[in-house]
Nanobody
């Protein structure tokens, strides 16, 4: 069973940067969109950023200008570069991959903590 493997989370001070990576453990054919969601304590999971196979991107208003999503189609890997981090960015970040056919995949989550 294919799983999404995330890496890059951690503890950083306000204003710092982190880069998240996510890659499947096996082959996923026909990936349509890849994205990152986050969930803070006692809050609903929310979309942070997504990217289509053609490279079109979508960002939450709260991260525009600070976060950049990118993907390597050859490696089926998606990245999230997070700059100018704020304490309100603290959350568990989840990778999401949606193929053209079949169900989507979720990563196990990686903790991002921004200290003030």
């Amino acid at each position: 069973q294919v799983q999404l493997v995330e890496s890059g989370g951690g503890l950083v001070q306000t204003g710092g940067s982190l880069r998240l990576s996510c890659a499947p453990s096996g082959v996923i054919f026909g990936i349509r969109t890849m994205g990152w969601y986050r969930q803070a304590p006692e809050k609903q999971r929310e979309l942070v950023a997504s990217i289509t196979a053609g490279g079109s991107t979508n960002y939450a208003d709260s991260v525009k200008g600070r976060f950049t999503i990118s993907r390597d189609n050859a490696k089926n890997t998606v990245y999230l570069q997070m700059n100018s981090l704020k304490p309100e960015d603290t959350a568990v970040y989840y990778c999401n991959v949606n193929p053209l056919i079949g169900r989507g995949f979720w990563g196990q989550g990686t903790q991002v903590t921004v200290s003030s």
